[in-house]
């Protein structure tokens, strides 16, 4: 995949994951366009990247969804970056917290692809790229509702793969471990930086490695696929 001169729409782009991810496609010569809920935030991450353009926007609303396929129908690289995590007792979590959750993770990211495909076809060269997790193949016991939406995210991905084949769209699939965003904040020790993340998936996705497993997610998917009770017993603690 060719690095330089893309149209970069990233959800979720103004802080942690999204944020390190803008820096390094700005970094490499594409034009950003950041996406988020919060103004002030979109306003501070596109002041330290000259050009970057933003929108205030939920993922979650079909009318924003539309308004950005409309806005940004020249994005050239789409990324589905955005994403909530609840942890506890799923018998104790509200119907509409559950709802949110599978909406904001996965039903979003999918009809956000699908709003903007047809633009994406069209170009010469295109991308999708979905921040998934290492949790779609490794479940932690606390979080049911978000592993389950990156597992089915991590389906979504593959099956668009395939299906993409042979058109100028390419799909990509970040897969991190445990990283210092405010997510993860009070949840284990030794987290990836959101920087460290970028720069693998910037490895991977100049040399087009569709699946890019960083870190520590490398590894917890080769113990899950050699020693699936080992895994099981790490993650039941989580």
């Known amino acids: 995949m060719h690095t330089s001169g893309h149209r970069v729409l990233i959800t979720g782009g103004a802080k942690g994951i999204g944020l390190a991810l803008a820096k390094q496609f700005h970094a490499a010569g594409n034009e950003v366009m950041l996406v988020g809920r919060d103004r002030a935030a979109l306003q501070t991450a ?100 978000y592993c389950a939406s990156k597992a089915a995210l991590h389906s979504f991905t593959r099956s668009l793969r395939w299906q993409l084949e042979g058109t100028p769209v390419r799909v990509f699939e970040i897969m991190p471990p445990l990283v210092d965003t405010a997510m993860a904040a009070n949840r284990g020790t030794g987290k990836m930086s959101p920087d460290a993340l970028a720069s693998a998936f910037w490895n991977g996705f100049r040399s087009d490695q569709y699946e890019v497993r960083a870190g520590k997610a490398k590894a917890a998917s080769i113990i899950a696929r050699l020693l699936p009770s080992l895994a099981e017993r790490i993650m039941r603690r989580g």
Request: glycine share 4%; proline share 4%; hydrophobic share 50%.
């Open 46 to 145: 596109a002041e330290a990247m000259p050009g970057t353009r933003t929108r205030v926007a939920d993922i979650a609303i079909a009318r924003d969804r539309a308004t950005l396929a409309e806005e940004f129908s020249d994005a050239t690289v789409l990324v589905n970056n955005a994403g909530i995590q609840r942890n506890g007792d799923f018998a104790l979590m509200s119907a509409a917290d559950i709802e949110n959750e599978l909406q904001v993770n996965l039903v979003a990211p999918m009809l956000l692809t699908h709003a903007f495909l047809p633009h994406l076809q069209r170009q010469a060269a295109s991308a999708i790229v979905n921040v998934s997790s290492v949790l779609a193949l490794v479940p932690k016991q606390s979080a049911s509702a």
